[in-house]
């Protein structure tokens, strides 16, 4: 493929970063490794745009894979960072910001009676795994495929995100042994996890489930899914663990699962409650939490574990939601599927488009898509050309094709619409050379 899109400034820049990081980026999505061409190589953002090295504006619809709800540098959350960070940057002591910030998010998700902050959203999956496991005292996980829930071994089997558009249904380097104590089951399917917990049941430690998927795209939820899950994974004696790192905050306040049926035990987040830093979190239930040292037997820790400038962020951030962010999140998730379709119908690109709130997952397929088999008959060429005529037409979208588009509350409807030319040079874009 010979499509690159990115100006001389990102492709130096490229070619300098490639001779110290492995291949050139800290995360393999961000590699354009999917489309073609050359990783722009991003200077700033500000509100809904992205600026890169050789001055173009674009319309960010990645938003930092989902962590920028309100767009970029939020001026509250920018001055809580800057006032943290004149306090000092880490203390590896307690400090009043972290138990600021649990408080804030158990208000808005009551099941957090007790929770623990890590860096990122795998380490808060991984220690949630743990804590099923030791709480049990089984070995055996339950994910869905096309589920993405970081980079743990035990669960990069069948994964969405980077792993799915990589090809590949597992990673080298996993041990057998861990990938061996993972079942995967198809996502949507009641039947095939009826049929599971039938024979396997007593084995299962716990079952991890994006509430609604959104690594594969997005791909929400039959309505029966859940609940059945739900049922299931508690008549099996198992912790269901929801995986909120991208649905916590994002669609409403707090967490998502308990309005599709669900009741987990454990919660994993991430993303939007670090506010662009590296911040992740598990909690649950007391009896499951206190498992957890120094109260319990199950060790986990971190060295920079609650950033005393990560927490201000994520303070500032949930602080600075007045009533009607979710409405306008709505609103701006609305518009974009609404573009998407017109514009692709316009141009007589078959496609399917998925939304919940302001996620968008964007198929390249007449659809349904209902699950990780169908979301992957999107066709990959096509999305490359119009990944590429969109990044010429300044949109800047998720550089493979499995991934969630996201608005902000910056991406208002009015923005959008602006765009329409630019969406509409995108689709004609994949509908050159396409079948
Ligand atoms: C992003 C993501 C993770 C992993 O979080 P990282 O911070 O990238 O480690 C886990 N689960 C889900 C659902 C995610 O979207």
Redesign the pocket.
């Given at each position: 493929m010979t499509l690159d899109s990115a100006g001389p400034r990102s492709r130096a820049l490229f070619r300098r970063a490639r001779r110290v990081l492995v291949g050139g980026v800290d995360s393999p999505v961000r590699s354009f490794a999917q489309v073609g061409g050359t990783p722009l190589f991003i200077g700033r953002g500000e509100g809904p745009w992205i600026v890169d090295a050789d001055g173009r504006r674009y319309l960010d619809l990645v938003n930092s894979?989902g962590a920028n709800l309100l767009g970029h540098a939020p001026p509250p959350v920018v001055a809580a960072v800057r006032a943290a960070a004149r306090d000092g940057l880490s203390f590896g002591a307690p400090s009043e910001r972290e138990h600021r910030l649990a408080e804030r998010i158990r208000r808005e998700i009551p099941m957090l009676e007790r929770m623990r902050f890590v860096t990122?959203?795998?380490e808060a999956?991984m220690s949630a795994i743990r804590v099923a496991r030791g709480a049990t005292g089984r070995r055996r996980i339950v994910k869905f495929a096309g589920g993405?829930?970081?980079h743990l071994d035990g669960l990069l089997v069948r994964g969405g995100s980077g792993v799915a558009s990589a090809g590949r249904a597992d990673s080298a380097g996993v041990s057998p042994a861990a990938a061996r104590e993972t079942s995967v089951l198809p996502y949507n399917d009641p039947a095939a996890a009826e049929r599971f917990f039938r024979r396997r049941g007593d084995e299962v430690a716990a079952v991890i489930v994006?509430p609604i998927a959104?690594?594969m795209g997005v791909v929400p939820p039959r309505d029966d899914f859940l609940s059945t899950v739900d049922r299931l994974c508690h008549g099996a004696g198992a912790l269901l663990i929801a995986?909120e790192?991208?649905t916590g905050f994002r669609l409403r306040r707090g967490a998502v699962h308990p309005t599709l049926g669900a009741r987990a035990d454990l919660v994993t987040l991430?993303?939007i409650i670090g506010a662009g830093l590296p911040v992740?979190a598990y909690g649950g239930a007391r009896r499951f939490m206190d498992l957890v040292a120094p109260v319990g037997p199950i060790y986990q820790a971190g060295t920079l574990a609650g950033n005393p400038v990560a927490m201000a962020a994520g303070e500032a951030l949930l602080a600075a939601r007045p009533p009607g962010t979710y409405r306008e999140l709505e609103a701006a998730g609305a518009t974009l599927a609404g573009l998407l379709q017109s514009e692709a119908d316009r141009a007589r690109v078959p496609v399917t488009v998925n939304r919940r709130g302001s996620m968008v997952g964007l198929f390249f397929t007449p659809g349904p898509v209902t699950d990780f088999a169908s979301a992957r008959t999107s066709d990959r060429a096509t999305y490359a050309r119009f990944f590429h005529g969109a990044l010429r037409a300044g949109l800047y979208l998720p550089p493979s094709p499995m991934e969630t588009i996201f608005a902000s509350t910056r991406t208002t409807p009015s923005i959008l619409e602006q765009q329409r030319v630019a969406f509409r040079r995108a689709f004609a874009a994949a509908a050159r050379g396409g079948g």
């Open positions: 894979w990122s959203g795998t999956v993405y829930h970081g994006e959104g690594n995986d790192v991208i991430g993303k992740g």
